[in-house]
């Protein structure tokens, strides 16, 4: 299993949701001259953004919308609303997309393709008529889809992002950001892994047609898994692109895990150019930094002295494996320092915080702040044990 998948996966929701993290270095790695209005570099494996450039400026997200058009539907398909198999009309809405110019599936109203049929078709050949079968089979009508997209947007705390439509059209009060797109794409590969080798399909033929996935990087880089185009003349061309590269030091034991870095080019002037520009950006980040597994998980980092405990030592952690990345060069240089209150008294519960794990660089610049909990419960001690203890404190 990719170490993504599992041990990452569990300490990126601990980063997301219990510490704060701040990346400083005396010099950070620049990166490449990009011809893009706007991009971001972000590294999955450790969620931090390496590089970005007008991350946040509102943009038209052209085909991109498609990406959160998925997500709904695979929530509709983890909560058994629909199946894979499961049939859905194409309705003249959906058939009217062919009026529109864009991508398209080419499904129509005498067809009754299946889910997993239209999912890619929506994916690998972008196409606006899937988009809208989609919508209509799990939302009943596109209104009641665009608010469920909207409401995932405001779930996850996605303030420029506002969606009018399933498809990506050019439409006034459509937009997104690089930053946004990029946690969406984020929550599609970690909520759910099952469903994005879709994103690698290279070609789809339905009704005798065959279309390229319009991600040239699926056929150029080995490494590149996704994940999404888009293209309009508003938006310019855009590529969200994905890959894994093997690392060394990532996996249990030290062994060679699998590190992934996502980026996101847009409004580029042409396929070549968001291709070109996305490799580049791929490339630096895996070679100008070195992603350090700092904790394993479970692992304790030290084992302290206990007063009035059944156990005369607690062990003391993180709250799960740690990942940083870091400057290449800098990993072997980190320093780990404790911070604990003191003295610890019984009880201490399962996953308490006593204290701050502080990691740094060898120049003392602050790399990640993690809260230090105890690994494994110490209950109190008897009476006696109690009194010894609570005499020797006192003479301390």
């Not at 969620?47 to 929530?75: C, G, H, W």
């Not at 997993?116 to 889809?145: M, T």
């Not at 469920?148 to 006034?172: D, P």
């Amino acid at each position: 299993m990719p170490i993504f998948s599992s041990l990452a996966s569990r300490a990126l929701a601990f980063l997301f949701a219990a510490t704060f993290a701040n990346f400083v270095w005396a010099q950070a790695p620049q990166p490449p001259e990009v011809a893009a209005k706007s991009y971001l570099v972000l590294d999955l494996t450790t969620d931090q953004t390496l590089a970005e450039r007008n991350a946040d400026a509102p943009i038209d997200p052209a085909s991109l919308t498609k990406l959160m058009t998925a997500y709904v539907v695979f929530q509709a398909l983890r909560e058994k609303k629909l199946t894979l198999e499961q049939e859905l009309p194409v309705s003249m809405r959906a058939w009217s997309e062919r009026k529109g110019g864009g991508s398209l599936m080419f499904i129509d109203t005498t067809m009754r393709p299946k889910v997993d049929e239209l999912l890619r078709g929506l994916i690998v050949q972008s196409g606006n008529d899937a988009a809208v079968a989609l919508a209509e089979g799990v939302g009943g009508s596109l209104d009641v889809f665009v608010g469920m997209m909207n409401r995932q947007a405001q779930a996850w705390g996605l303030k420029n992002t506002a969606f009018k439509n399933v498809a990506g059209l050019t439409e006034a009060g459509h937009r997104s950001t690089a930053r946004d797109m990029a946690a969406i794409a984020a929550h599609i590969i970690r909520d759910f892994p099952e469903y994005f080798p879709y994103y690698s399909m290279k070609e789809y033929r339905y009704n005798n047609i065959t279309q390229p996935n319009r991600n040239l990087l699926l056929r150029r880089d080995p490494t590149v898994d996704g994940m999404k185009t888009g293209y309009t003349e508003a938006a310019g061309y855009c590529l969200l692109a994905t890959a894994q590269r093997e690392f060394p030091n990532l996996g249990a034991a030290g062994g060679a895990g699998r590190r992934r870095i996502l980026t996101v080019v847009l409004n580029t002037t042409s396929m070549e150019a968001r291709a070109g520009e996305s490799q580049k950006l791929l490339n630096w980040g895996f070679q100008a930094f070195d992603t350090v597994r700092l904790f394993d998980d479970g692992k304790p980092i030290v084992a302290v002295p206990v007063w009035k405990g059944k156990e005369r030592e607690a062990k003391l952690g993180a709250a799960g494996a740690v990942f940083v990345s870091v400057p290449k060069g800098e990993g072997g240089k980190l320093q780990t320092k404790v911070e604990r209150s003191d003295p610890l008294v019984a009880p201490l519960a399962k996953g308490q915080r006593v204290g701050t794990i502080k990691v740094a660089t060898a120049a003392g610049a602050p790399v990640i702040e993690l809260p230090l909990i105890v690994m494994e419960a110490v209950d109190q001690a008897g009476l006696l044990g109690r009194a010894w203890d609570a005499i020797r404190l006192w003479i301390k």
